[in-house]
């Protein structure tokens, strides 16, 4: 069966630094695709990056990067030049097909000011 | 914009209650999703529809129960509440057009069950 592994429940980051967030994927498939969610308090969840795993090349939006790394299984999130509004829980997801996501336990970001 | 909406932000419930969480989407997606968050646990697919009147057991369909009359609504059911299906309650919806869609989230449900 497929799991999800968000390592770390907890990361602080200063405000206009870098962090990155851990997420490792255990899957026999050849095909799926990998995101990351951003749950802020009290608001819906969004989506941040996603990366398809035919896809060498790693996912970029603004200022949010992946390391997908498919023969380790890893895709750890890079977030540059981190911003106040940037402070929420990060969600790691994996999907085969159209219905099946799994999702990991969540990392919390905290931005430090 | 997609929009999901739920019918509650906050609700309290007594044990042996019959509960209903009611999810809308505007966007006309085939698939609608019922999560539950708990910390440290993540979320946990609860059913899944792919169309009106279709419905799939996710991981943990125990205790609950789901209905898709119209493409637009999905309701989660809790037959008899109790305590342990305090949580919060997320419902998503995704378009079956091209496998670069993802899901998009209600803003969730929380429940307490007294």
């Known amino acids: 069966a497929q799991t999800v592994t968000q390592s770390q429940p907890e990361m602080s980051v200063q405000e206009a630094e870098t962090v990155t967030l851990s997420c490792t994927y255990d899957?026999?498939?050849?095909?799926?695709?990998l995101f990351w969610y951003k749950q802020p308090p009290s608001r819906q969840m969004i989506l941040v990056i996603r990366q398809e795993a035919y896809k060498q090349q790693n996912a970029t939006e603004n200022r949010f990067s992946v390391n997908f790394q498919k023969a380790a299984k890893s895709f750890s999130l890079k977030i540059s030049d981190s911003q106040l509004g940037d402070a929420a829980m990060y969600f790691c997801a994996y999907r085969r097909g159209t219905y099946k996501y799994i999702f990991g336990t969540g990392t919390r970001l905290k931005v430090l000011a | 914009d997609v929009k999901v909406t739920q019918s509650s932000r906050y609700l309290v419930k007594r044990t042996g209650e019959k509960v209903f969480l009611e999810c809308v989407q505007d966007m006309d997606h085939e698939n609608m999703f019922w999560y539950r968050q708990d910390p440290g646990l993540g979320l946990r697919l609860i059913y899944f529809s792919y169309d009106v009147k279709m419905k799939e057991k996710g991981d943990i369909p125990e205790g609950y129960s789901v209905s898709r009359e119209k493409k637009e609504r999905f309701s989660l059911i809790l037959e008899s509440a109790s305590t342990n299906q305090t949580s919060m309650y997320l419902c998503?919806?995704?378009?079956?057009?091209?496998?670069?869609?993802?899901?998009?989230f209600g803003p969730g449900t929380r429940l307490l069950v007294l």
């Open positions: 899957t026999s498939e050849s095909d799926y695709y």
């Open positions: 998503a919806s995704s378009p079956d057009r091209g496998h670069q869609e993802t899901q998009y």
